[in-house]
Nanobody, 126 residues
Framework: QVQLVESGGGLVQAGGSLRLSCVAS????????MAWFRQAPGKDREFVGA???????RTANSVKGRFTISRDNAKKTMYLKMNSLKPEDTAVYYC????????????????????WGQGTQVTVSS
């Protein structure tokens, strides 16, 4: 089993910045792949950004140029740096992971996630 814990959410004004963190623990094999998702009120949960196992980055078109991801493999920690925040970025942000990816896999689909964090609320005021 894998445990994921997010932190760093909060209330910010439009144009502001936040950095979220996700720490993995438990049965974190070398194949563990992690990703960020978010869910706004009344909306479906959606992909935000992720690393492949080798470190190739993918991000959603809606956040390209504003959000960046980074990681520290030794600390089993993934970060999401959010700049130029907009009210439409308001959502609960979730960390997700899987150990079952093949090759240089990237977790981008909700159904592929085996583990989820509790989520951290990000609210952007206008």
């Amino acid at each position: 089993q894998v445990q994921l814990v997010e932190s760093g959410g909060g209330l910010v004004q439009a144009g502001g910045s936040l950095r979220l963190s996700c720490v993995a623990s438990g049965r974190t094999f070398s194949s563990l792949t992690m990703a960020w998702f978010r869910q706004a009120p009344g909306k479906d949960r959606e992909f935000v950004g992720a690393f492949s196992r080798s470190g190739i980055i993918r991000t959603a078109n809606s956040v390209k140029g504003r959000f960046t991801i980074s990681r520290d493999n030794a600390k089993k920690t993934m970060y999401l740096k959010m700049n130029s925040l907009k009210p439409e970025d308001t959502a609960v942000y979730y960390c997700a992971a899987t150990n079952s990816g093949r090759g240089d896999y990237t977790l981008t689909q909700l159904g592929d996630a085996d583990y989820w964090g509790q989520g951290t609320q990000v609210t952007v005021s206008s």
